[in-house]
Structure formats: structure tokens, C-alpha cells
């Protein structure tokens, strides 16, 4: 009766000229077994709510992510050839849909920022290089970096800096987060010369976007156990504006009683990093101030090359080096350190629920920094970037069996 009943269904859709969707073939296998075997048809309707999730990361049906690679100038399309060749090595299931866009190498577009938006939409993760802005004035204010921001509205850009095993710096053992909002501020490109040799220029803040990154650094303390929040700003200068930031701020901590919450200026905040930087948990900020501070903190644990990050919206993620800064001198010389990018690769994989894979590369990076054999100059080395993603490629292949 059971074996009629699908048959019947079967055979209902070939007249109207449908197909049953996968869901619809998992809810039926589930009304035709259930009765008889409940123990086994629970084990599969699971996986197959998330199949047909819409929050579940987008997979093909042979289980690769697809993910949009945007390599960027400088040395970013050397870095993101090392991302490639550790998953290939790894036998990490992403498959990336690759974009040149560049500024400077007139390869930038509203034709190619639309193809990039449409494919990061599609895919809603992505990894990318820095887009290097020219200072010249071409008549368009706005980087297409920072229309990229806008557009998919990547309003909160993380920067965990962490001291790396095995590498020594004045301050070791450090364990703090930079959270900076990076959709206004003084990154508006609102500037117009008044009059002649006066240039205007606007630093925008308002509640709604100091509220949601404040509400969004005590969310990431919350979940990842961390007990203070610092915001940081020059309210004492910019009394209005820096001010609005503050008190949004203080607002949104007191609905996390159990997170201490302080404030500090941004010029002793630099001052304070550098002396004693273990006082500091998550710190948040303006877009200028958090721009400045990624850098400095970077400096702390070994450069710009060895810092990972990530930017997040409600829908969408892009991972990059915490610090971003093009390295253009050193192009096709083969000398970048591509830690930072192996690290933003292995909390990409971690965001696509693929803990295994990411663990994996981790490791694997962090076990040839703590070796010390293989160091890239930045790191007091005289290796190649090649030697590196050799060696790491060669810890994924003798890594431990866990």
C-alpha cells in the first residue's frame, strides 16, 4: 500500500509537469517510514532541516561552499594563491569564485562592483585582499572598498590580536579584540572645498549605528566570555559627535550588567596599548580610531603579517588581514608573510560550520611559526613566501591524528 501510495505521488507530478522538491521527498519518506522505524527516520530529518534551511551558508549538493575570492592589489593575489594550495593540500570543500578589481591597475568598475556584490550576495562569505586607494582625486570621493562596505552594509570589522606561539615581541601572551564600526564617521567621503584653498570635510555619527556596534561588541563579549568592554573616542574634543558615540555606548551597557564596561580617550588609548596593553579586553570605536588602532595593535604581535580579521553585516561576512595595508613594495618578490591570510582562511572555514578544516590550517600555521625554521622576514627570517606555504602544506600532510 505504502510502495502505491509513492508511486501515486510520482506519477501525480509527471502530469503537472513538476518535480517534488527535496524537502518534499524527505517530509514523504518520513510519513512512509516513521510509522514503522521512528528510531532511523529521526536521524536523517535533521540533516535535512538544514539542508533546507535558509540560514544554513549556501553548499552544492556535493557539499563544497562556494565562497567569493576578491584578491586585491599589492601583494594580496601572492597571498591568496597560498589560501588556494593550503585547501588543495587540506582537501578543504570550498571553491572560490575568484574577481580582480583594482584601482590602481584600472581593472575597477561599476560593471565589476556590481559582479563582485552579486556573487558575495549569492554566496554571503567572502575573502579578499586589500583594494589599494589612489590619493588622487578622479572625481569620485568613495573607494570602491568602501562602496563594497556600504553596499552589503559590513558595518562591524573584528581584529582579535593574539601573540603567536613560539614568536617572541615585547608584549607576549596578548589576548585582545578591536571592534571598530566602519559604515560612517570620518570615512563618509563628505568633503567639498567652501572656499578657495578651505576644504570642508564631515565626520558622520548617529545613534543608530553607535548603538548597533556597541550592542554588537557586548553581543561578541557575551558570547566568547570576555569581561570588559572599553569604548574608546576624543568626546572631550568632539563634544557632539564623539559624544553621541559615548553615551550610546554606556546606554547599551547597562543591559550587560555582567560586563564591566569603561571609557578612553584615543590618544592615551594609543599611549596605554603600547605600555601595558593586558588591561584591554574588547575594545570598540569609530571607523578612524579602530583604523588606527588595528595597525597599532598589530605592530604589538609581530605586523601587519601576521593579524587576521573579518567583517561582518546581518547577512554577510569577508574575511582579510586585520591590518590592511597592500605591501605594494614587495610585489613579485615573493617575500609576504601570508599568515595573516591563513588565519582569516581558518576562521572563514570556522563561520562555515567547517570546524575540522579549520582547526587543521590553523594548526598547521601556527606549528611552522612555533618551529621557528621557516620565518619570513618580517618575522626576523630570510625564508620565501613559498617556503612557508611549503611548510605549512607539509604540517596539513604529517599533522597529528586527533
Same mark, same amino acid.
Given at each position: ?19 517534488? !522538491?527535496?524537502?518534499?521527498? %524527505? ?5 512512509? %517510514?516513521? !510509522? ?19 540560514? #544554513?551558508? &549556501?553548499?552544492? *549538493?556535493?557539499? +563544497?561552499?562556494?565562497?567569493? $575570492?576578491? =584578491?586585491?592589489?599589492?601583494?594580496? =593575489?601572492?597571498? @591568496? ?11 578543504? &570543500? ?12 584600472? @581593472?575597477? !568598475? ?22 589599494? #586607494?589612489? $590619493? ?5 570621493? *568613495? ?21 603567536? =606561539? ?16 566602519? #559604515? ?25 549605528? !553607535? ?45 550587560? &550588567?555582567?560586563?564591566? /564596561? ?22 570598540? $570605536? ?21 593579524? =587576521? ?11 582579510? +588581514? ?7 613594495? *614587495? ?7 601570508? +599568515? ?35 620565518? +619570513? ?11 612557508? %606555504?611549503? *611548510? ?9 591524528? /586527533?
Amino acid at each position: 500500500m505504502q510502495i502505491f501510495f509513492f508511486s501515486f505521488i510520482l506519477y501525480c507530478s509527471v502530469l503537472c509537469n513538476t518535480v517534488p !522538491s527535496k524537502c518534499t521527498f %524527505v517530509s514523504l519518506l518520513q510519513g512512509l %517510514v516513521g !510509522s514503522r522505524c521512528p528510531q532511523l527516520a529521526s536521524r536523517p530529518l535533521s540533516v535535512s532541516a538544514g539542508l533546507c534551511s535558509p540560514e #544554513t551558508p &549556501p553548499a552544492r *549538493a556535493d557539499a +563544497t561552499f562556494k565562497v567569493t $575570492m576578491v =584578491p586585491g592589489d599589492g601583494v594580496g =593575489p601572492e597571498l @591568496m594563491t597560498a589560501v588556494k594550495e593550503v585547501f588543495k593540500a587540506g582537501d578543504v &570543500p570550498v571553491e572560490f569564485e575568484e574577481f580582480h578589481m583594482s584601482e590602481v591597475q584600472n @581593472m575597477a !568598475s561599476e560593471e565589476k562592483l556590481e559582479q563582485v556584490l552579486t556573487s558575495m550576495k549569492s554566496n554571503r562569505v567572502a575573502i579578499k585582499g586589500k583594494i589599494h #586607494t589612489p $590619493m588622487e582625486f578622479k572625481g569620485e570621493l *568613495a573607494s570602491y572598498e568602501m562602496r563594497l562596505r556600504r553596499k552589503l552594509d559590513l558595518f562591524a570589522n573584528v581584529v582579535h590580536v593574539n601573540s603567536l =606561539p613560539g614568536y617572541s615581541t615585547r608584549h607576549n601572551n596578548l589576548d585582545l579584540v578591536i571592534i571598530r564600526e566602519q #559604515t560612517e564617521g570620518e570615512y563618509s567621503s563628505l568633503e567639498h572645498e567652501s572656499v578657495t584653498g578651505v576644504i570642508e570635510c564631515l565626520k558622520i555619527i548617529t545613534r543608530e549605528k !553607535s548603538r548597533r556596534i556597541a550592542k554588537f561588541a557586548f553581543d561578541y563579549a557575551t558570547k566568547k566570555g570576555r569581561n570588559k568592554v572599553t569604548a574608546v573616542h576624543k568626546a572631550n574634543i568632539m563634544k557632539l559627535g564623539d559624544g553621541l558615540f559615548l553615551q550610546s555606548c554606556a546606554e547599551v551597557a547597562q543591559l550587560y &550588567p555582567k560586563i564591566k /564596561y569603561e571609557n578612553i580617550i584615543i590618544d592615551n588609548c594609543c599611549m596605554q596599548l603600547v605600555q601595558n596593553p593586558y588591561q584591554f579586553d574588547v575594545l570598540v $570605536m569609530p571607523n578612524l580610531y579602530g583604523n588606527i588602532i588595528d595597525n597599532l595593535a598589530a605592530g604589538l604581535v609581530g605586523g601587519a603579517g601576521v593579524v =587576521p580579521g573579518e567583517s561582518y553585516s546581518a547577512e554577510y561576512a569577508v574575511f582579510e +588581514t586585520g591590518a590592511r595595508h597592500p605591501f605594494a613594495q *614587495a610585489v613579485g618578490r615573493n617575500i609576504a608573510n601570508p +599568515t595573516a591570510m591563513l588565519l582569516s582562511a581558518a576562521n572563514m572555514l570556522r563561520h562555515l560550520n567547517l570546524e575540522y578544516h579549520s582547526q587543521m590550517v590553523s594548526d598547521a600555521v601556527k606549528r611552522v611559526i612555533k618551529q621557528g625554521k621557516v620565518r +619570513t622576514r618580517d618575522l626576523g627570517g630570510y625564508c620565501t613566501t613559498t617556503d612557508f %606555504v611549503h *611548510a605549512v602544506v607539509e604540517n596539513l600532510r604529517h599533522r597529528p591524528i /586527533y
